[in-house]
């Protein structure tokens, strides 16, 4: 397929072509031009980042579009690999990084009312664990935290290259040294869920209410079998806090991009992909909205694993793309967000300056989370929500107006699809001022504060970012469709069966959702492997090319 005005290589250098401007596409980009290719990124959008975007929504308001708090790439190196401090990107220690504010005898905001403060500092937060807790859930604690925080550096390994059997068996073989158990054992533990994780450890039902919630973000709730690591995944939080960019989530992004350009790469925005064009089994370029062929050595999508398969149309292998559609699972949705423009903080009990830089989890009891998640699971919007909330703009001023703050509030879970014959345009301030009313109930007053409501649905999310029936995981993150099964097994090498030069990334990729950045890095250190390949790899691809895969 070729199309008007195609643009030519620098001579001497290979041609790459980054489908999306989310971050993993950009990472990818910046790790291929540095190796001296010459990068093109195309984005339909005409914001950079995608998810990780952050966009003027009222006059004054700097509000992310997706992600705000920033974990699991402040543990890849990326950040300092690509020297982004030196591009722009200031992060913002988000320590503490969990505040669960809960309600006293005498009500939500009276004297009685306590919380949990998860401070990266270990004893900080084991102290605030004995005064709501008790000694024995405090000391269970530290055990848990020093016993999962050491599992899941080995864990992290495995998130950092392709989910190969190599490279998993080799990454994965330090855990059960690390713990003494044997694999029965160790593997019992990883593969049950994590409330029965959290009865074995803990008595306190809040102590355990509050790490499930933060366990559930990924969006299985934690009484699903194989959920155990999501809450074990929390310790390593005490190791390095998570970060929020000064500016908003974007910063990351657009950080990303100054660094791509200053190695000579380039985003186009405003002018997607309408089709990656393949020939002879290899993909060969990529067709633009306006028309344009950009021709390529390599092809990295970093969108949506479906949204490249329709890109590839029938380029692909006969009957791959009916049945990915079946077997890849995008779910119902997981949830959806209000940005509130306020005239004050939540005004929680007990709270001081430090607590508004953590992820709030709003949420009573185990039993409210199963609740919520019955409701998603009947295809409802849950009656009551929990919320997570984030208060960002009282340590960054460049989010809100003087005198004014920026309130994010998450709510899980809420279904793409409604049973009921509702329509999300038209329940949608229903729903956000469901969110706003989770918090008045443990901060009373908040309500009032409200100036300004942004709500993203989880099918504006879908309209906005091109997140599938509002997935903003791209596809489940069940244990099925983790490792060596993201998003299915053919697919799980970053690669399309019977199409070489194509690569993938982002999201719907392992280690999976989140602000991650690892799937680029993996997809460009593949791509660029295929370039200068060993004699070994030259061999695989040889077979894999006789097999079609």
Same mark, same amino acid.
């Given at each position: ?177 690390? /713990? ?96 990656? /064009? ?272």
């Amino acid at each position: 397929m070729t199309g008007g005005g195609a643009r030519v290589a620098a001579p001497g250098r290979d041609r790459a072509v980054v489908v999306g401007a989310g971050h993993n596409g950009l990472v990818a980009a910046c790790y291929l031009a540095k190796a001296g290719l010459d990068v093109e990124v195309v984005e339909r959008d005409t914001v950079v980042g995608g998810a990780v975007s952050t966009v003027e929504r009222f006059p004054g308001y700097r509000m992310d579009r997706g992600s705000s708090a920033h974990i699991m790439i402040r543990h890849t190196g990326i950040v300092e690999d690509l020297d982004l401090v030196a591009a722009g990107l200031e992060y913002q220690d988000l320590d503490p990084w969990g505040f669960a504010p809960f309600p006293g005898a005498d009500g939500p905001g009276g004297d009685g009312a306590q919380g949990i403060t998860f401070s990266v500092d270990l004893d900080r937060t084991c102290a605030s664990v004995e005064a709501l807790c008790g000694t024995r859930d405090a000391d269970a604690y530290r055990s848990f935290v020093l016993d999962w925080s050491a599992r899941n550096v080995k864990v992290f390994e495995a998130f950092q290259g392709a989910p190969t059997m190599s490279h998993l068996g080799r990454t994965l073989w330090g855990v059960g040294k690390s /713990t003494g158990l044997d694999g029965l054992e160790l593997s019992r533990q990883f593969l049950t869920s994590a409330d029965s994780l959290l009865d074995e450890h803990f008595d306190d039902e809040r102590l355990k209410t509050a790490l499930a919630w933060m366990g559930a973000q990924s969006g299985p709730p934690t009484h699903e079998v194989a959920t155990a690591d999501l809450v074990g995944w929390n310790t390593v939080m005490h190791l390095l806090p998570p970060g929020h960019p000064r500016g908003g989530s974007g910063m990351l992004s657009e950080a990303l991009q100054r660094r791509l350009e200053s190695y000579g790469g380039r985003v186009r925005l405003g002018d997607g992909a309408t089709a990656i /064009t393949t020939r002879e089994g290899r993909a060969d370029g990529v067709l633009t909205d306006a028309g344009e062929h950009l021709p390529a050595s390599y092809v990295v999508a970093g969108c949506h694993v479906l949204t490249t398969l329709d890109l590839l149309g029938s380029g692909l292998p006969p009957g791959f793309a009916a049945r990915a559609g079946r077997s890849v699972r995008t779910g119902n949705g997981i949830g959806m967000v209000v940005r509130l423009g306020t005239s004050a903080l939540p005004a929680y009990a007990g709270a001081t300056d430090e607590t508004y830089r953590a992820m709030q989890l709003i949420a009573p009891s185990r039993q409210f989370l199963r609740k919520a998640y019955g409701d998603y699971s009947a295809g409802l919007p849950p009656e009551h929500p929990a919320a997570l909330a984030m208060t960002f703009s009282a340590f960054d001023d460049t989010l809100a107006p003087q005198g004014k703050h920026n309130v994010t509030v998450w709510g899980q879970w809420h279904p793409y699809e409604l049973s009921n014959g509702e329509d999300w345009d038209a329940i949608r301030e229903r729903e956000g001022t469901k969110l706003v009313e989770a918090v008045d109930r443990v901060a009373p007053g908040f309500a009032s504060s409200v100036e300004h409501m942004h709500v993203q649905t989880p099918l504006d999310l879908e309209r906005e970012l091109g997140l599938r029936n509002g997935q903003v995981m791209h596809v489940e993150m069940g244990f099925d469709q983790m490792f060596m099964w993201r998003p299915m097994p053919e697919l799980a090498g970053h690669r399309v069966p019977g199409v070489d030069g194509l690569y993938l990334c982002g999201a719907s990729t392992h280690p999976g959702g989140g602000v991650f950045g690892a799937s680029g890095r993996t997809a460009a250190r593949i791509a660029l492997g295929d370039r200068s390949p060993s004699p070994l790899s030259r061999a695989v691809r040889a077979v894999r090319r006789v097999r079609g895969g």
